[in-house]
């Protein structure tokens, strides 16, 4: 039994085992890119965790559900890539997030939810599915023994009707497999270096660019398929407007002191669902081992075999991809938006969805399809 604690609207966090269970799952959408960006750039693992756990924690609570809190996927691409560098990405991530809290306070998302039926969203969050067992299908291949360790680990729990404790158990080999690498990580002053990264260099057009990748993206996944899913999931009537808000200050608050532009995300939502999580307890959960990590353990999270990882993902984006089709009639439209998602990039996806749809309407071919309003 778990120990609980009074929230408001009688939503309280409850630590039962489940939350820990279901805190992996969000991890699983963020520690890839994380480690992949730190190790490639002059990104500070520490501070970039320090950041998503406190993220983590304050949204957790704010929204009292097990709410997501991401890398810009977009940008991370492109910083990988090497089309931008760190500092105009950060501009990118500023500017993403004054845009992101105007459109939130000014309910901009409300008003024009009426042009985005819901296969568009579904298709949205079908794509992320795409894009997230794409990504955990590469990682796997990177080291196929220990991808098959992973995969047998996980299958064994799920045989045994321990689903939740899946990723668990992956996590804790992984653990133990980093730990003989690197020895028992031991506490250390985190170094200042990666603390102010923003530079006048990234005032440039690329920043710009990236930003415009990111933000069809980030309104499509991290606001409405979002929005949505939390009310699948846990009955939390959360609008995108209010999710856009709470990116931009996010990115605000964060950006200029070592974090890499953050969102939340469809992904992480399901994640956390799949393995357990019901309350904010996995937010809090999941924050604090952030913390410690960044303070504690940051050679051991780099030393962490991905492969492993990419397993959980793999498992992660079948419960999403599950969630986006169960919750809609109109498989031809959502697969199709999917596909071209993880085909060209969900921003695309989802202008070219809204567009279809609106004349799918105009020429009649919907069948009564149903709205969603997230002005409630």
Request: with cysteine.
């Amino acid at each position: 039994m778990g120990a609980s604690f009074p929230y408001r609207d009688n939503l309280a966090p409850d630590f039962a085992w489940n939350e820990f269970t279901g805190a992996v799952g969000d991890s699983v959408t963020v520690l890839p890119i994380v480690v992949a960006l730190t190790v490639l750039t002059d990104l500070s693992l520490t501070f970039v965790l320090l950041w998503f756990g406190i993220f983590q924690i304050v949204w957790g609570l704010y929204y009292a559900a097990p709410m997501s809190v991401e890398p810009m996927k977009a940008l991370a691409a492109l910083v990988l890539a090497g089309t931008v560098s760190v500092a105009e990405a950060l501009v990118a991530g500023l500017f993403l997030g004054v845009v992101l809290l105007g459109i939130g306070r000014t309910n901009s998302l409300g008003r024009v939810s009426r042009y985005i039926g819901s296969p568009v969203v579904r298709g949205i969050q079908f794509g992320v599915a795409l894009v997230l067992l794409d990504t955990g299908l590469s990682l796997g291949l990177s080291n196929l023994p220990l991808a098959g360790v992973a995969a047998v680990i996980a299958l064994a729990a799920i045989a045994l009707g321990r689903v939740n404790l899946s990723a668990l158990a992956v996590l804790a080999v992984g653990g133990g497999i980093a730990v003989f690498h690197t020895g028992v990580p031991t506490p250390t002053l985190p170094s200042l270096d990666g603390l102010f990264l923003l530079s006048p260099s990234g005032l440039a057009m690329p920043a710009f660019e990236a930003a415009s990748a990111q933000i069809a993206m980030t309104v499509g996944n991290a606001a409405l398929a979002t929005s949505v899913l939390m009310t699948d999931y846990f009955d939390r009537d959360i609008s995108a407007d209010e999710l856009a808000s709470s990116m931009g200050v996010m990115n605000l608050a964060a950006v200029p002191f070592g974090a890499f532009p953050m969102c939340h995300g469809s992904g992480g939502v399901a994640g956390k669902y799949a393995f357990g999580a019901r309350t904010a307890a996995a937010n809090v959960i999941l924050g604090v081992g952030y913390l410690l990590a960044a303070l504690v353990a940051v050679e051991l999270v780099a030393a962490f075999p991905v492969a492993m990882l990419g397993v959980v993902l793999a498992i992660v984006a079948l419960q999403l991809a599950r969630t986006s089709l169960r919750q809609t009639e109109e498989y031809v439209l959502v697969v199709g938006i999917g596909v071209l998602g993880v085909a060209v990039n969900l921003g695309v996806a989802f202008v070219v969805g809204i567009v279809v749809w609106l004349v799918w309407e105009r020429l009649g071919a919907g069948r009564s399809l149903v709205r969603f309003s997230w002005l409630g």
